[in-house]
């Protein structure tokens, strides 16, 4: 069942998609929350040398499992409802 739901027409376009969505909205929602929305601030904690590389790798761990669970579980739903049918 798992290869034939990452092999679906599809697929890894809407992980990209969610993961990219997540990541935007976590980061606007952070933006809000710590910094009372002041983007110079932001940029300046979040992009600083020390911060970088982990601000970069959490953004894209994060964004993937979440795009790549939501999706798995979507994509999953639809086969099995078509196998059922």
């Known amino acids: ?33 710590g910094y009372d929305f002041d983007f110079s601030l932001f940029v300046e904690k979040r992009f600083s040398k020390d911060n970088l590389l982990r ?3 959490a953004n894209i761990m994060s964004g993937f499992v979440y795009g790549f669970v939501v999706t798995f579980l979507k994509f999953r739903g639809q086969i099995k409802k078509n196998e059922s049918q």
């Open 1 to 33: 069942m798992f290869q034939k739901v990452i092999s679906a027409k599809g697929f890894w376009r809407s992980v990209i998609t969610l993961a990219l969505g997540f990541i935007v909205i976590y980061n606007l929602i952070d933006m809000w929350f």
């Open 55 to 57: 601000f970069f790798v």
